[in-house]
């Protein structure tokens, strides 16, 4: 299964840094080049492990997702429930881990497309696709980690 990753080091704590990762709503828009629409699905007011959410990329693909880990301050991670018809799986994970400057992001997607016969020519577009979105995702993510007005949503968000 073909797996794309992009990784950056910003200026932020580990916790801020995942707190940006996470935001929502018109903050999630002013930094995310990939998302024109997301929300939690199921009544659920924060994301957690076994929440669902809904997304529709800026290309127009509309996905569900799954949670399935959710640890503030460190990982994220998710796996499609149902989304384009072209992925038969697709997984994400961000990791978020401190250093000397800051923090280290490195995320990653792996993916799998159907029909299995179309894989040899499709996996490596989608790698290249998926490459290229990730690295724009993680490159604006690095500046949200500086920007005023994100860091000012977050930390109304976190009461301080």
């Not at 490195?106 to 499709?122: C, D, E, G, I």
Request: one cysteine or more.
């Amino acid at each position: 299964m073909p797996v794309v990753s992009a990784e950056v080091v910003v200026r932020a704590p580990p916790d801020t840094a995942f707190a940006v990762s996470q935001t929502t709503g018109e903050t999630r828009l002013r930094w995310d080049p990939f998302i024109r629409h997301q929300h939690l699905m199921d009544g659920a007011q924060q994301p957690a492990k076994g929440v669902r959410t809904f997304t529709r990329s800026r290309h127009g693909f509309a996905m569900v997702s799954r949670y399935v880990s959710y640890a503030p301050g460190s990982n994220v991670g998710m796996t499609m429930e149902s989304g384009p018809w072209f992925f038969e799986v697709f997984g994400g994970g961000w990791r978020f881990t401190a250093c000397d400057a800051g923090t280290k992001a490195v995320w990653k997607y792996n993916f799998s497309v159907r029909p299995a016969w179309l894989q040899p020519v499709a996996h490596p577009i989608g790698s290249w696709f998926l490459g290229r979105d990730i690295r724009r995702r993680i490159d604006a993510f690095a500046a949200a980690c500086s920007d005023p007005v994100v860091l000012a949503a977050v930390a109304t968000r976190r009461g301080s």
